[in-house]
């Protein structure tokens, strides 16, 4: 057995094995067979270091069996297989759901985005950079899911509920991006992947079928948690109990109720998420404050949708601009700091022409027509407040568990703004 050479995230690794611990190197003509083999009779991967370079030993292991997954390319660290593990099931979750490809965005163990395979439109294909031509729905998926939140997927772990095909990886081949992981690869796609980073690109294939322990442990401070694993299954039966005075609830919300929930359920608590169409708009995730939470991801779900506004395509920008120069020229420029890249002196290295500001007046108006637009919650809402300010970012269908001493006060604000809400009665934290 031989040992993956090492290299400047983390893995190292020295796998264990059934049959000893004998080490080696990969010869390049060797490289892809030797490490399909090895992957395939190992049941430890030693990381470099944990969360931080200070955190050591690390490793991932099985108590039993091996491990459910190869690393195909690159190497991994401890943060990037915490990503790569809960975005997986995030997006198996959503197919399961919907039938539909399904792709997120991960930074930091939470999803800056997620989203469904369905068609882009041409505003999204010019907002979130997407190629000309037709394109399969897994790239679709995850233009989409990246394109909820750009400027937080800088650098993210790109999880894919099918087979990467060759369209999705030129895509990621072209994004700022750790590693992704999916169920398998095309040739194809796998050439383009190892490729990029010169060829330190982070490639993970995980076993579709495998299916986690009922019982799940962790260590904090040298105390052991135990719990069961968290199987609910979110599925339309969640959405039945609709406690406004509307309840018309087309097919499309319920696809994106559902969005909201599975998303959730992967989001460090406490979470609030907006969906539209299909794909995540705004998350808010890991705060203490339920309203926080609902401020938070509203306002990523207006910015989402001010990326939109006409003066925002009409930006021209300089030849040559990286993209990810142009999603924080384009995030500076919708935002009340809009100085910062309109100065002068400034703007002449980002845009053609000087563009005109884009004023507070200009924005609300803007902002008012955002529409249809489905929020979730991992816990209930305790207060009207939260639907109010989901109002404001065009929400008109609310899940959430419900269970509130106030759900008479969050019904009547759902109520007067003439929006349809779910209680699913499931509390969805994640920690």
Excluded at 3 to 29: A, I, V
Excluded at 296 to 307: F, P, Q, S, V, Y
Aim: hydrophobic content about 40%.
């Amino acid at each position: 057995m031989v040992q993956p050479e090492r290299g400047q995230q983390g893995l190292s690794l020295r796998p264990l094995y059934r049959s000893g611990h004998r080490r080696g190197r990969y010869r390049d003509h060797q490289q892809a067979s030797v490490r399909s083999e090895v992957q395939n009779t190992m049941n430890q991967l030693e990381l470099k270091y944990g969360c931080n370079p200070n955190q050591k030993p690390a490793r991932i292991f099985m108590e039993e069996g091996e491990l459910p997954l190869k690393v195909l390319n690159g190497r991994p660290g401890y943060i990037n297989f915490m990503d790569a593990l809960n975005s997986w099931q995030l997006v198996k979750a959503l197919k399961k759901a919907t039938g539909l490809p399904a792709a997120a965005s991960f930074k930091h163990v939470s999803p800056a985005g997620a989203a469904l395979g369905l068609p882009l439109t041409d505003v999204e294909r010019h907002i979130y950079f997407a190629p000309e031509g037709s394109l399969s729905p897994l790239a679709c998926a995850y233009i989409r899911a990246r394109g909820a939140d750009r400027l937080c997927s800088f650098g993210d772990w790109a999880a894919l509920s099918d087979v990467c095909d060759a369209d999705t990886a030129r895509f990621l081949s072209c994004e700022v991006s750790d590693g992704v992981i999916a169920p398998g690869y095309t040739d194809e796609a796998l050439d383009i992947l190892k490729a990029k980073r010169k060829g330190g690109y982070n490639v993970v294939e995980i076993d579709p079928n495998y299916v986690p322990a009922p019982v799940e442990r962790r260590n904090i401070f040298g105390i052991t948690f135990e719990q069961g694993y968290n199987a609910l299954s979110i599925d339309e039966s969640l959405l039945g109990n609709v406690v406004t005075a509307n309840k018309d609830l087309p097919q499309q919300a319920k696809h994106d109720m559902l969005l909201a929930l599975i998303t959730l359920k992967y989001t460090q608590s406490n979470s609030v998420c907006y969906v539209k169409n299909g794909m995540t708009i705004g998350v808010g995730a890991g705060q203490q404050s339920r309203i926080h939470c609902t401020r938070l991801a509203g306002n990523k779900a207006d910015i989402w949708w001010l990326r939109q506004h006409p003066k925002v395509l009409a930006l021209q920008f300089v030849d040559g601009i990286r993209r990810p120069d142009r999603d924080n020229a384009i995030d500076l420029y919708i935002s009340d700091e809009h100085e910062d890249v309109l100065a002068d002196g400034v703007w002449q290295n980002i845009f053609r022409e000087k563009p005109e500001v884009l004023t507070s007046e200009e924005k609300k108006e803007w902002v008012a027509h955002l529409s249809d637009v489905t929020v979730g919650s991992d816990a209930f809402f305790p207060f009207g407040d939260n639907v109010e300010r989901a109002h404001r970012s065009g929400v008109r269908y609310i899940v959430q568990p419900g269970g509130s001493i106030r759900d008479d006060q969050v019904i009547a604000t759902a109520d007067k703004h003439g929006m349809v809400m779910a209680f699913t009665g499931i509390r969805l934290f994640h920690h």
